[in-house]
């Protein structure tokens, strides 16, 4: 079993900036991909970023221009940078992980971001 422990999430004003934290358990690079996620109320869960294997980094298209996925192998730690929030980004944000390809398997509690309109 991976342990992952979010950190970070905060009540902020339109246009402010956040960064949140992601602690693995394990060696980062021995997982095939680790990424963050949010969960709106009422809506689907969505990938918001992710490191994969081959170390490329994938975002969102709503988000690519304002946020930024950082990792930080020695730590075990990966973070996730946002800038220019809108209240669209109010979400309980997740840090998720696998070994292999395909849905996570291990997941981290989340934390709450809430942008004020």
């Known amino acids: 079993q991976v342990q992952l422990v979010e950190s970070g999430g905060d009540l902020v004003q339109f246009g402010g900036s956040l960064t949140l934290s992601c602690a693995a358990s394990v060696h980062i690079l021995s997982l095939n991909y680790i990424g963050w996620y949010r969960q709106a109320p009422g809506k689907q869960r969505e990938l918001v970023a992710i490191i994969t294997s081959d170390a490329s980094i994938n975002y969102q298209d709503s988000v690519k221009d304002r946020f930024t996925m950082s990792r930080y192998i020695a730590k075990k730690t990966v973070t996730l940078r946002m800038d220019n929030l809108i209240p669209e980004d109010t979400a309980v944000y997740y840090c998720?992980?696998?070994?292999?390809?395909?849905?996570?398997?291990?997941w981290g509690q989340g934390t709450q971001v809430t942008v004020s309109s």
């Open positions: 998720g992980a696998s070994y292999s390809p395909g849905a996570p398997n291990f």
